[in-house]
């Protein structure tokens, strides 16, 4: 699949410009919305099978990658940092050092908070589906399997709570802080976006999406975030 960008590609010379990835996927969005926001002309390619992910990114598997001409550069913290080198208008990072290592700082919470919780939703899902795909199987002896690894949660300190609730209730407490470190201002740090603000939007329209159950109404119901991704949308493309 081929997605081609009519921002304005000025500043981008006559690079060519390639982003291979899931245009679905947080990381691959981050990617496209810096694009997007430098003006840079590009085109996006996503993975149809393993093989994709082999070719495009020999060296660890993993999209998104981007390429200008000749140069690969693998991870979208990396690449928005390449692309500040390369394109340094508009910048992704503020000018004042205190600030800038504000904004890195929080690109990165959001890539690692909110990936945190997707990645534990599958596990736990994938988990279950497992358990109840054996247990007319197994019988009697996977109920008594499955009846012991509960009692011994119950000793180390676990509750009965589902483990999918309390998932959703750690999603629910990082968006509060996302609320509470935004305020009133515009955008993360800053009167217009950085990287960071690249990064809290792609998690939040993964969210958005439906990425766990409920998870969209958790951010509907938190209107300031709603407001401020519509203000990243409008800086970054619509």
Request: net charge positive; glycine share 8%.
């Amino acid at each position: 699949m081929t997605d081609k960008s009519s921002a304005n590609a000025a500043t981008g010379g006559t690079c060519k410009i390639t982003l291979y990835g899931q245009a679905q996927t947080p990381f691959t969005e981050k990617v496209r919305r810096g694009l997007l926001m430098k003006g840079l002309a590009f085109e996006l390619f996503e993975p149809s099978g393993p093989e994709d992910f082999r070719r495009w990114s020999p060296d660890t598997g993993l999209l998104p990658v981007l390429t200008i001409d000749d140069e690969r550069i693998a991870d979208s913290t990396a690449i928005l940092l390449r692309l500040d080198q390369r394109f340094p208008h508009p910048p992704l990072l503020a000018s004042e050092p205190k600030i800038a290592a504000q904004q890195r700082q929080l690109e990165d919470w959001a890539d690692e908070s909110f990936l945190f919780y997707f990645l534990r939703w599958q596990r736990v899902r994938q988990q279950r589906e497992a358990a109840e795909a054996a247990s007319p199987k197994r019988g009697g002896l996977a109920r008594i399997a499955m009846l012991r690894r509960l009692l011994a949660w119950l000793r180390a300190g676990g509750t009965w709570e589902r483990p999918e609730t309390a998932i959703v209730r750690g999603m629910a407490d990082r968006l509060d802080d996302l609320v509470n470190l935004l305020g009133t201002r515009p955008f993360f740090y800053a009167e217009r976006p950085s990287m960071a603000d690249l990064a809290v939007y792609s998690m939040l329209r993964s969210v958005e999406r439906g990425s766990m159950p409920d998870s969209t109404q958790l951010l509907l119901s938190r209107p300031g975030l709603v407001a401020y991704m519509r203000r990243v949308e409008a800086e970054t493309g619509g």
